[in-house]
């Protein structure tokens, strides 16, 4: 079992940056790539960024340039970088991780929210 904890949402203005963490616990050593998503009001739950333990990252277009993903493997911490915030980016943001063992599980965090003011 792997538990993760979210942390760091707030509201702030438009153009505004935040840093977003993600503190993972339990059977930590099977967590292979993890990543970002967010879910606003009546939409979908997108893919915002990833990364692998190799720290190979993924990003979805409409944060390229403005967001980055990391991870802190001796901390167990995931992070994500948000500047140049927009409206659009309002959401809960939900971090997920990924444990390989016999086979695939998901994890999800509780999830964090962020609020952009125009």
């Known amino acids: 079992q792997v538990q993760l904890v979210e942390s760091g949402g707030d509201l702030v203005q438009a153009g505004g940056s935040l840093r977003l963490s993600c503190a993972a616990s339990?059977?930590?050593?099977?967590?292979?790539?993890m990543g970002w998503y967010r879910q606003a009001p009546g939409k979908e739950r997108e893919l915002v960024a990833t990364i692998t333990s190799s720290s190979s990252t993924n990003y979805a277009n409409s944060v390229k340039g403005r967001f980055t993903i990391s991870r802190d493997n001796a901390k167990n911490t995931l992070y994500l970088q948000m500047n140049s915030l927009e409206p659009e980016d309002t959401a809960v943001y939900y971090c997920?991780?990924?444990?390989?063992?016999?086979?695939?599980?998901?994890?999800w965090g509780q999830g964090t929210q962020v609020t952009v003011s125009k």
């Open positions: 339990g059977d930590t050593i099977c967590i292979s790539a």
């Open positions: 997920h991780a990924e444990c390989k063992s016999w086979s695939s599980v998901d994890y």
